[in-house]
């Protein structure tokens, strides 16, 4: 089993940049699969990017492709969510998640995922 908090979110203006992360407990953070989701209000959560364990497998949603970064640390047992050129449109609570899996899964369905944490807001100004 592994805990998940994200930290980081916060407000910004349109075309600036954030970096989200996700601390995991446990010591067996390089065998999980990690992605970041986010639910803006009134909204259904829609996946935003995803990392395989040693990080070789990555895959974004179309609408955050070339402005956001996922990337992670197995040493640090943290994932990152780099954000820039922020949109309005990217204001939403962002959570990440996780799951136990082989070395180059990769997922975009939020079913597929074991762990959640409680969520980051980013709020981005127009």
């Known amino acids: 089993q592994v805990h998940v908090a994200e930290s980081g979110g916060g407000l910004v203006q349109a075309g600036g940049s954030l970096r989200l992360s996700c601390a995991a407990s446990?010591?067996?953070?390089?065998?999980?699969?990690m992605g970041w989701f986010r639910q803006a209000p009134g909204k259904e959560r829609e996946f935003v990017a995803t990392i395989s364990r040693s990080g070789s497998s990555i895959y974004y949603a179309d609408s955050v492709k070339g402005r956001f970064t996922i990337s992670r640390d197995n040493a640090k047992n943290t994932v990152y969510l780099q954000m820039s050129s922020l949109k309005p449109e990217d204001t939403a609570d962002y959570y990440c998640?996780?799951?136990?899996?082989?070395?180059?899964?990769?997922?975009?369905?939020?079913?597929?995922?074991?762990?959640w944490g409680q969520g980051t807001q980013v709020t981005v100004s127009s």
């Open positions: 446990g010591r067996t953070f390089n065998t999980y699969t």
């Open positions: 998640a996780a799951v136990s899996a082989g070395n180059y899964y990769i997922s975009s369905r939020s079913a597929s995922y074991d762990y």
